[in-house]
Nanobody, 122 residues
Framework: QVQLVESGGGLVQAGGSLRLSCAAS????????MGWFRQAPGKEREFVAA????????YYADSAKGRFTISRDNTKNTVYLQMNSLNPEDTAVYYC???????????????WGQGTQVTVSS
């Protein structure tokens, strides 16, 4: 079983940057594709970015492309989401997740972290 813990969220001004981290337990981390999702109050959970097992392939939502970068370090069992040029529409709880598939659909992900709050002020 995979346990995921997100960190790095906080309050930032519009135009600022944050780097989120997701630490995973166990030896099986490299067997999983990893994804970041977000959910704002009253909204459905939204795909943000995904990365393949070895980091060779990435996949971004249109809202993230050009501003956000997903990466992973399998030696540290950690996935990152670098977020630049943040705007208030990025305000949400951000979740890290693990999947057997490289996918933008939440239904294909098997394990989820507890989430970390990102708030962007105008």
């Amino acid at each position: 079983q995979v346990q995921l813990v997100e960190s790095g969220g906080g309050l930032v001004q519009a135009g600022g940057s944050l780097r989120l981290s997701c630490a995973a337990s166990g030896r099986t981390f490299s067997s999983y594709n990893m994804g970041w999702f977000r959910q704002a109050p009253g909204k459905e959970r939204e795909f943000v970015a995904a990365i393949s097992r070895n980091g060779g392939s990435t996949y971004y939502a249109d809202s993230a492309k050009g501003r956000f970068t997903i990466s992973r370090d399998n030696t540290k069992n950690t996935v990152y989401l670098q977020m630049n040029s943040l705007n208030p529409e990025d305000t949400a709880v951000y979740y890290c997740s693990a999947s057997r598939f490289l996918s933008g659909s939440a239904s294909t992900y098997d394990y989820w972290g507890q989430g970390t709050q990102v708030t962007v002020s105008s």
